[in-house]
C-alpha cells in the first residue's frame, strides 16, 4: 500500500531500526551515572550528540535532545523570551507557521506579551521585506519555519535571518521537514527539528541555541540536557535518530532529484485530469517531495477515505476532514481554496508506478465523489431571465456551500449577483477562492442573522 503521508510521520529509517536495536542493548543504563554501563551510556550519548551537531552545523554543547520536535518548539520561543525579557516582550511569527509555534505564541500573549504575524502571499511565502518591517526595538524574538508542512513552500530564511540580525533580533528556525531533505539553513540562532519527520523514531526532537543567544530554560530545573529537557532521556531512540539524520541527509541529494521529478509529474498530471483542481504552494521554491492540491466541489474526509480504499495514504486541511470544522491555518492565510485538499508527500524510495497508480485512480475518485454530492459537471449555463438570487445554504458543511453557488450562478445575468448564506467557517475562504477560479466577481461578506451572507457577481 502506497504511503504517500511522510510529511506528517516518515517510515523507519533502516539504519534507524539497526541502531535502535543495538542501544537497547547497549544504551538502557543511566548515562548520568558512574559506573560502566552508565559510562557505556555516555559514551553512546555523546557520539549522538556529536553525529546529529555535525548534521544541523552546530557545536554539540549548543545541541539538546528534547522528547518531541513540539516541545523544542515550546521551549526554544520560551526561553529565548525570558533570556531577552529586558529587550522586550514581542514576539514576531509568520502566519503559516506550524502549530506548536503559533500555540506559543498564543500562550505569550495569554501572558502579557505582544505578537505580530507577517502575513504570507498565495504561495504561501513571506516578504523578507514585510518581515524585517515586524521587527521593532522590543522585540525578543522571531520565529520562521525553513519550509510549510502543508504546501511545502520554501521560505526566505537567508534574508530573514539577516534583517533579524541587523536589528539584534534571535532567529527561530522550525527545520522539522526540511532537515532530512535539504540543506540546512543558514544564520539561524535556535533551530529546532523532529526525528519522526526524517525517518528516525518517534519522540525525540531537537533544540540548537547558538552561543551566545541569550537564553534562559522555563520550568523546574533539571540536571539533565543542560536544564532544557527535564526527564531520563530515552537513549536507545537518540541514538536512532541521530543515525537516521546523517543517513538521510547522505542521500538527500540524490533522493531529492528524483522525488522532485516524481512530484512534477503530480503537478502536472493533475489538473490535467481532473477539473476545477488548485494546485498551491510554490511551484519553484518548494521540499522536492510534496505536493498539496485542493478540488472544487468535494467533500475531503470523503476524498481521503475513497483514496484510502484504493491503496494510498494521504492527508489533508481541509475543513471537512477537521473536528473543529474549520479549513487549515495555513490555507486560509494563503488565501487559496481548502475544500477537497490532499497533500501528497512522498517518502524516500517511492516507486514511480506507484506514482503512476495515483494518477490513474484519482480523477475516478474525485469523480464518484462529486456525483453523489450532486455537484455540477459542466459550465454555468445561459442566464434566465432572472435577478439576483439568494441561496440558502446555512447548515450545511464544505463543499455544499460552494456546490449551491455553482448551480446557482447560471440562473441570473451577467452582472446580476448570488447571495450565500452559510455558516460554515470554511465558506469565507471557499467561495472567494471559487470566484477566482471561475472568473466571477467576489463582491464581499454581509452580515446575516446567521452566519455570513456572502456575494458573488456573475462575470461570464
Not at 46 to 61: F, H, I, L, Q, T
Not at 99 to 125: I, N
Not at 329 to 348: D, F, Q
Request: aromatic share 4%; glycine share 8%.
Amino acid at each position: 500500500m502506497p504511503y504517500f503521508d511522510t510529511a506528517s510521520a516518515a517510515p523507519l529509517h533502516p539504519v534507524a531500526r539497526q541502531a535502535l536495536l543495538a542501544a537497547l542493548d547497549e544504551g538502557w543504563a543511566d548515562p548520568a551515572r558512574l559506573h560502566q554501563e552508565g559510562r557505556r551510556a555516555r559514551l553512546l550519548l555523546d557520539a549522538a550528540r556529536e553525529a546529529a551537531a555535525e548534521a544541523v552545523g552546530c557545536r554539540p554543547d549548543e545541541l539538546t535532545f528534547t522528547p518531541s520536535g513540539t516541545l523544542a518548539v515550546h521551549s526554544g520561543i520560551s526561553g529565548a523570551l525570558a533570556g531577552r525579557r529586558r529587550v522586550g516582550r514581542h514576539l514576531v511569527v509568520s502566519s503559516v507557521e506550524h502549530s506548536s509555534v503559533l500555540h506559543s505564541a498564543a500562550a505569550h500573549e495569554a501572558q502579557g506579551g505582544s505578537v505580530s504575524e507577517v502575513p504570507v502571499d498565495r504561495s504561501g511565502a513571506v516578504s523578507a521585506a514585510a518581515y524585517a518591517q515586524a521587527l521593532r526595538g522590543d522585540t525578543a524574538l522571531a520565529c520562521l519555519q525553513s519550509a510549510n508542512h502543508e504546501v511545502g513552500t520554501e521560505q526566505p530564511v537567508a534574508a530573514v535571518a539577516e534583517a533579524c540580525r541587523a536589528a539584534g533580533v534571535p532567529l527561530l528556525v522550525d527545520a522539522a521537514q526540511s532537515l532530512g531533505r535539504e540543506p540546512v539553513p543558514t544564520g539561524w540562532s535556535l533551530l529546532t527539528g523532529s526525528a519522526h519527520k526524517w525517518g528516525g523514531p518517534p519522540g525525540v526532537g531537537l533544540l540548537a541555541v547558538r552561543k551566545g543567544v541569550r537564553f534562559a530554560a522555563q520550568g523546574p530545573a533539571d540536571e539533565r540536557e543542560s536544564g532544557r529537557a527535564a526527564g531520563f532521556e530515552n537513549l536507545p531512540a537518540i541514538v536512532a535518530a541521530a543515525a537516521s539524520l546523517r543517513a538521510v541527509r547522505a542521500e538527500a541529494a540524490a533522493e531529492s532529484v528524483r522525488l522532485r521529478a516524481l512530484v512534477d509529474r503530480i503537478r502536472a498530471a493533475v489538473p490535467e485530469s481532473v477539473p476545477d483542481v488548485e494546485v498551491v504552494g510554490d511551484p519553484v521554491r518548494r521540499l522536492p517531495h510534496l505536493v498539496t492540491f485542493s478540488c472544487l466541489y468535494v467533500d475531503g474526509e470523503t476524498l481521503l477515505h475513497e483514496l484510502d480504499r484504493e491503496g494510498f495514504s494521504v492527508s489533508s486541511g481541509s475543513s471537512c476532514t477537521s473536528s473543529t470544522l474549520t479549513p487549515s491555518h495555513v490555507l486560509r492565510a494563503m488565501g487559496v481554496l481548502s475544500e477537497g485538499n490532499v497533500r501528497v508527500s512522498l517518502p524516500n524510495g517511492t516507486a514511480a508506478k506507484d506514482v503512476d497508480r495515483f494518477l490513474e485512480v484519482l480523477p475516478r475518485v474525485v469523480a464518484e465523489v462529486r456525483e453523489r454530492l450532486g455537484a455540477p459537471v459542466a459550465a454555468p449555463r445561459e442566464a434566465a431571465p432572472a435577478g439576483s438570487l439568494v441561496v440558502d445554504a446555512l447548515g450545511k458543511r464544505c463543499p455544499i456551500p460552494v456546490i449551491e453557488l455553482a448551480k446557482a450562478i447560471g440562473d441570473v445575468p451577467v452582472g446580476r449577483t448570488v447571495t450565500v448564506l452559510s455558516d460554515d467557517e470554511a465558506a469565507r475562504l471557499d467561495i472567494p477562492a471559487w470566484c477566482e477560479m471561475r472568473e466571477q466577481e467576489y463582491v464581499g461578506e454581509e452580515p446575516a442573522d446567521r452566519g455570513s451572507a456572502y456575494v458573488v457577481r456573475r462575470l461570464s
